[in-house]
């Protein structure tokens, strides 16, 4: 298969709503996308990936308008959070409609559905038929994708389209929040907070981690995810000397220790999570065998990033 790199949404579009795989922007990282309601399409994003069939996909939708084509029974709590954070870097898990095909749910009655604020995304979705069934558009396990070039070293030849846009400005996944228990639950921190969510859902509680042999309710809960081949090695304080041999690197907040092969400081959190998978990618193609992370404090895009590096390590 050749892969067509286009920056056209309405072509893009095109190739999906003849049942291909596409690849397309968000603001969080890049999307890889099915026609939702298509099985067999569907079924092409687990192929591309290396997905397990246990790891359920994140349907997303043009506008707030069309979450009813694949989810019902929108409860009070869901619909304060869809008019504060639609559109926006917001999944919610809601129960699901039967006609929405049980490999995007992973046979669960929940499906995950998230509008996104990015231009080319929303010009994108308008044109396609169905809502769009869609993790990030990398390798199975690897750190997600947040430019197109990106996709194009993960998954050339293995899709139909590429739609070329910007790097993702927020760098990390979506947040989850599943709004079918009571209360609900945080799944997955993103860049909306869990400060920022109980300002409208006070009582919504943080979920404990996947058990052996459960279906997660959301992708991130169950895999291990966002892995270079480097080693991560996880560091709460500041280091004055990296205590290892290079090639090794650091990523942090702090001022970077003395032994580096590669090092980043970055300015602020916001930054820190726009940066992470980006560098996890160009320590691997200049063969750092350790990256040395800081984990920044559990408050904020704080709480996110640093389960992103406790996935990534393992």
């Known amino acids: 298969m ?3 790199v286009t920056d056209q949404p309405e072509e893009a579009a095109r190739h999906l709503n003849r049942g291909e795989t596409v690849a397309f922007p968000t603001e969080t990282v890049y999307g890889l996308g099915a026609d939702a309601l298509d099985p067999d399409a569907v079924a092409g994003i687990f192929r591309a990936k290396g997905r397990p069939s246990d790891n359920p996909l994140i349907v997303h939708v043009s506008s707030p308008d069309q979450i009813s084509e694949v989810a019902q029974e929108i409860g009070d709590d869901a619909r304060r959070l869809i008019e504060r954070y639609f559109p926006g870097p917001l999944t919610l898990v809601l129960n699901k409609r039967d006609t929405l095909p049980d490999i995007v749910s992973a046979g669960l009655p929940t499906v995950g559905v998230r509008c996104p604020a990015h231009p080319q995304a929303a010009e994108f979705l308008r044109h396609c038929n169905h809502p769009v069934a869609a993790p990030s558009a990398n390798v199975s396990g690897r750190p997600s994708p947040t430019d197109w070039q990106t ?15 910007e790097p993702s400005t927020i760098g990390l ?4 929040v599943d709004c079918t228990t009571e209360p609900p639950l945080l799944l997955r921190s993103g860049a909306i907070s869990l400060e920022a969510l109980r300002e409208l859902v006070p009582d919504i509680e943080v979920a404990t981690s996947c058990r052996k042999g459960e279906t997660p309710k959301s992708p991130g809960q169950k895999y291990r995810h966002y892995s270079p081949e480097a080693e991560i090695i996880l ?9 290892t041999q ?6 942090g907040l702090s001022t970077p220790p003395a032994g580096a092969t590669k090092s980043l400081q970055c300015r602020d ?15 691997d193609a ?9 984990l920044p404090r559990e408050e ?14 393992g």
């Open 246 to 251: 290079p090639p090794a690197a650091w990523i």
């Open 173 to 176: 996944e979506s947040t989850i």
């Open 269 to 283: 959190l916001n930054e820190y999570a726009r940066v992470l998978f980006g560098f996890f990618r160009t320590c």
């Open 300 to 313: 904020g895009i704080g709480r996110a990033i640093r389960e992103r590096l406790v996935k990534a390590a």
């Open 2 to 4: 050749q892969t067509l």
């Open 286 to 294: 200049e063969g750092i065998r350790e990256i040395y992370c800081e």
């Open 151 to 165: 996709v194009e070293h993960d998954l050339d030849g293995r899709i139909a389209c590429l739609l070329r846009g």
């Open 235 to 243: 560091v709460e304080t500041s280091l004055k000397n990296l205590p």
